[in-house]
């Protein structure tokens, strides 16, 4: 590559004002050819996974870090070499080792081609990531396969010549298959490699569907022959001796590095237990009718196709109860030293994803209609178990509910999420005999918990907030006289 220059790509503040991220995976090699706009690799941050589009075409030169680095935002990731005549002269001076200076050239660059920096690649005109098709030949490939067990020592990139010589690609590529960012989450979860699916969607792009038929594929030669294992029986072995169990191996401890969500999660508890002086009221309630309104809403029309659940009238229940004592919906502004009561509602629902507690919130929840409150709520939990779930979808949350009762829990003691006043506490929901009309009757009972931050909420206020929840559970035609 002759006038040949190295660009730096640094990690960027993919959220708002987040300091560093974990790279997950790497989608190119030292010696891959890049083009503008390829996604380069998968990040963790404190708030999602996203992924990196590279914003300017070249050969990859060197990956600076492994494959579970967690790198500081504004540190170069990744060198690539660029031709001469494909980057300005001030665009080049970008990759110079003055701190100063950024990848970007927003003077020598059209105006609409701006590098984004939330992992959803580079907004230029009508290009997308399908010309990637162009592949290195079998020993550039057999190259980067070696750079792999280098990466740790900033291994030389191999030679750029086998790349240009290369003519159209086969049938099968070496390239990173297509996929949307909550497939790839799919398939790393349930271990599959996404070269060896067959895709199905637009373009050759991997559908969840087909990671989905994979692994049925990958199971059904043991499933034909399930017998193999007795071959060796444990009967055999001596009924004296005490071996371990199958569950653990010789080790007697596993460290697990906390990064990403869990990593945020743990500082932001920490955070609110020594800040916010919680304090925590329970009360018990039959909730019969509510759950006798659940099962008439889903045969109810206006709800079809929604998602109808005990939740869904609890969180009604709770913006009713805000409604009725609006100074529960605040925060507490240390800088100022004044309570700031919000006059909306973001509500926050607390969802459990294999990477850690998220709290995402459904916006200006006050103002949505009960089957509009269903169908956001739908669409939140579905968005959270594919690990789709942005970061501006975790902000700016006033008060939130955590079910507990989905694990069989009765209550708990919940923390409040950092920056809200209250969080309410659901307890699973089962049959208990319970005074009714006079008589002992089975009844739908549950506990509700509602931790509050007493520096803004005294106990009067967070008392009724409490007993408004209880009472419309109790009676929820009171959604329609209260609301």
Same mark, same amino acid.
């Given at each position: 590559?002759?006038?040949?220059?190295? =660009?730096?790509?640094?990690?960027?503040?993919?959220?708002?004002?987040?300091?560093?991220?974990?790279?997950?995976?790497?989608?190119?090699?030292?010696?891959?050819?890049?083009?503008?706009?390829?996604?380069?690799?998968?990040?963790?941050?404190?708030?999602?996974?996203?992924?990196?589009?590279?914003?300017?075409?070249?050969?990859?030169?060197?990956?600076?870090?492994? *494959?579970?680095?967690?790198? !500081?935002?504004?540190?170069?990731?990744?060198?690539?070499?660029?031709?001469?005549?494909?980057?300005?002269?001030?665009?080049?001076?970008?990759?110079?080792?003055?701190?100063?200076?950024?990848?970007?050239?927003?003077?020598?660059?059209?105006?609409?081609?701006?590098?984004?920096?939330?992992?959803?690649?580079?907004?230029?005109?009508?290009?997308?990531?399908?010309?990637?098709?162009?592949?290195?030949?079998?020993?550039? &490939? &057999?190259?980067?396969?070696?750079?792999?067990?280098?990466?740790?020592?900033?291994?030389?990139?191999?030679?750029?010549?086998?790349?240009?010589?290369?003519?159209?690609?086969?049938?099968?590529?070496?390239?990173?298959?297509?996929?949307?960012?909550?497939? =790839?989450?799919?398939?790393?979860?349930?271990?599959?490699?996404?070269?060896?699916?067959?895709?199905?969607?637009?373009?050759?792009?991997?559908? =969840?569907?087909?990671?989905?038929?994979?692994?049925?594929?990958?199971?059904?030669?043991?499933?034909?022959?399930?017998?193999?294992?007795?071959?060796?029986?444990?009967?055999?072995?001596?009924?004296?001796?005490?071996?371990?169990?199958?569950?653990?191996?010789?080790?007697?401890?596993?460290?697990?590095?906390?990064?990403?969500?869990?990593?945020?999660?743990?500082?932001?508890?920490? #955070?609110?237990?020594?800040?916010?002086?919680?304090?925590?009221?329970?009360?018990?309630?039959?909730?019969?009718?509510?759950? %006798?309104?659940?099962?008439?809403? %889903?045969?109810?029309?206006?709800?079809? #196709?929604?998602?109808?659940?005990?939740?869904?009238?609890?969180?009604?229940?709770?913006?009713?109860?805000?409604?009725?004592?609006? !100074?529960? +919906?605040?925060?507490?502004? *240390?800088?100022?030293?004044?309570?700031?009561?919000?006059?909306?509602? +973001?509500?926050?629902?607390?969802?459990?994803?294999?990477?850690?507690?998220?709290?995402?919130?459904? %916006?200006?929840?006050?103002?949505?209609?009960?089957?509009?409150?269903?169908?956001?709520?739908?669409?939140?939990?579905?968005?959270?178990?594919?690990?789709?779930?942005?970061?501006?979808?975790?902000?700016?949350?006033?008060?939130?509910?955590?079910?507990?009762?989905?694990?069989?829990?009765?209550?708990?003691?919940?923390?409040? +999420?950092?920056?809200?006043?209250?969080?309410?506490?659901?307890?699973?929901?089962?049959?208990?005999?319970?005074?009714?009309? #006079?008589?002992? %009757?089975? =009844?739908?009972?549950?506990?509700?918990?509602?931790?509050?931050?007493?520096?803004?909420?005294?106990?009067?206020?967070?008392?009724?907030?409490?007993? !408004?929840?209880?009472?419309?559970?109790?009676?929820?035609?009171?959604?329609?006289?209260?609301?």
């Amino acid at each position: 590559m002759t006038n040949a220059s190295v =660009r730096e790509f640094k990690m960027p503040d993919v959220g708002e004002g987040l300091t560093e991220a974990e790279i997950l995976k790497w989608y190119v090699q030292p010696g891959d050819t890049v083009t503008d706009g390829q996604v380069v690799c998968e990040v963790e941050t404190a708030k999602a996974a996203v992924e990196l589009p590279i914003p300017y075409d070249g050969v990859v030169r060197d990956l600076h870090f492994p *494959e579970g680095t967690t790198v !500081d935002v504004g540190t170069s990731i990744i060198a690539v070499e660029v031709a001469g005549g494909a980057a300005p002269a001030q665009e080049e001076a970008a990759v110079a080792p003055a701190p100063a200076a950024e990848p970007e050239q927003p003077a020598e660059q059209p105006a609409a081609r701006q590098p984004v920096l939330v992992g959803y690649g580079v907004a230029t005109s009508s290009t997308r990531r399908r010309p990637r098709k162009q592949a290195q030949d079998p020993a550039a &490939q &057999q190259a980067a396969s070696a750079v792999q067990s280098e990466l740790n020592g900033h291994g030389a990139a191999p030679a750029a010549p086998a790349v240009p010589a290369a003519p159209a690609a086969p049938a099968a590529p070496a390239q990173r298959p297509l996929a949307k960012p909550p497939v =790839r989450k799919l398939a790393k979860d349930l271990g599959v490699d996404l070269a060896t699916v067959t895709p199905t969607g637009p373009d050759g792009v991997v559908t =969840r569907e087909d990671v989905h038929a994979a692994v049925a594929a990958a199971q059904a030669p043991q499933q034909a022959a399930p017998e193999a294992p007795p071959a060796a029986p444990a009967a055999s072995a001596p009924a004296a001796q005490p071996a371990a169990p199958a569950s653990y191996d010789s080790a007697r401890e596993t460290r697990i590095p906390v990064k990403g969500v869990r990593k945020a999660t743990a500082a932001a508890m920490v #955070g609110s237990a020594f800040t916010a002086p919680h304090v925590t009221e329970f009360v018990t309630v039959d909730v019969t009718r509510t759950m %006798k309104l659940v099962e008439e809403l %889903k045969q109810d029309k206006e709800f079809a #196709g929604l998602r109808v659940n005990p939740l869904l009238l609890i969180a009604k229940a709770l913006l009713v109860a805000i409604r009725r004592n609006p !100074d529960i +919906n605040a925060s507490w502004d *240390e800088a100022a030293q004044e309570i700031v009561v919000k006059h909306y509602v +973001n509500l926050g629902i607390a969802a459990a994803t294999p990477r850690g507690l998220i709290v995402p919130n459904i %916006k200006d929840a006050h103002a949505r209609t009960l089957p509009e409150l269903a169908a956001s709520l739908g669409e939140l939990v579905s968005t959270a178990r594919e690990g789709k779930t942005s970061p501006s979808a975790m902000q700016g949350g006033t008060v939130t509910i955590t079910n507990v009762g989905v694990f069989g829990v009765d209550t708990g003691t919940p923390l409040l +999420n950092p920056g809200e006043s209250a969080i309410l506490a659901v307890g699973a929901i089962k049959p208990q005999p319970w005074v009714h009309k #006079g008589k002992v %009757k089975p =009844r739908q009972v549950t506990t509700l918990a509602l931790s509050f931050d007493h520096r803004l909420v005294d106990g009067e206020l967070g008392s009724k907030v409490l007993a !408004d929840v209880a009472a419309v559970l109790e009676q929820p035609k009171r959604l329609i006289t209260w609301a």
